[in-house]
């Protein structure tokens, strides 16, 4: 008799399969055409606001049942996406949440994101103005404290990228092939490297284009390491396609053409990108077709991984975004 896998323990948080909706006219604007152009909206994964790290919940939140866990800690940033689907995951399944972001309380406004998490009933750690070291080591710190007061706490690594969060985005790509069996290319933001991982592994490396965000310092390193833990052949990091081209100065700062991006999707398809992650992803797509490693006549996926709120949270760049006047109309009959 031949062993059995281990089955992996799920809890439902999201609503599968996410559409694959065809943008004709965001491609056509790109000069591809009106058929090669496709956007999986796993922006519309269902819970709490949506997004990427909901398909990571489902498997981290089902391991932390099973450990018989009580209190969810994650680390992230003031705006981070995944505390704030880590707090609605939290609230879904009866734990408590305990997010350490790096960041002060009068760092900058309290909305997007943040307000959420508050919503969603989790307590926050400010940690300050630290860096990847230390927010881990404070999510440590707060992991242990709460041991000692008696919880059993369950600690998320950031962005939920461990090679069981990871294991949400093979999902994903085995979803894809389902949807669109002749896709050439899937182009995704990556953060901390989890969602392109679960990528290559169900797709291969040649189909999967990641645009790094500047979140981490060794993005290749990383995802390369995450495909190895899937039980995939190991592939080099060096074999990997991942932009460089639109980190701009840095994981938290706006770019011209992440800004033309966020206008593009908006005023084609009506679709809403984030600053953080999506708008590089579609900048990073629009530098892929100006160099031709994106061509008229392929089918190219766009992956909408969320990140809604956090523009909420960004009010430098929703000042950007001009409301044009009424010429010539007035409210009077
Ligand atoms: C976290 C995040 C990403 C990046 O995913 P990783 O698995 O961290 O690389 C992309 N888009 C959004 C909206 C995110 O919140």
Redesign the pocket.
Known sequence: MSAQPLPIGRVPLGSWPTPLEKASRLGCSLGLGPEDLWIKRD?LSGLGGG???VR?LELLCGAALADGADTLVTSGARQ???AR?TAAAGARVGLDVVLVLASSAVDGPLGGNLALDGLFGASIVWAGAVDDEDLDAAARSVTEQLRERGATPVLFP????NVL??RG?VDCGRELLAQAPDLTTVV???????????LVYALGEGKVL?VN?G?ISRPAAKVAELVGGLGGAPVGAERLSIRLDHVGAGYGELTEPVMAALQLAAGTEGIVL?P???GR?LAGLVSAIDDGQIRPGERTIL?H???LP?LFGHPTTLARILVRRAEGLSPRP
Request: with cysteine; net charge neutral.
């Open positions: 922006d997004g990427n790290k990571k981070s996406n995944f689907l950031y962005g939920g990228s969060g990871a985005y995704t933001a990556l953060g901390s490297g989890g969602t392109m991982a679960g990641g965000c979140a984030d953080i992650y999506t992803a992956l991984s969320g990140g956090g």
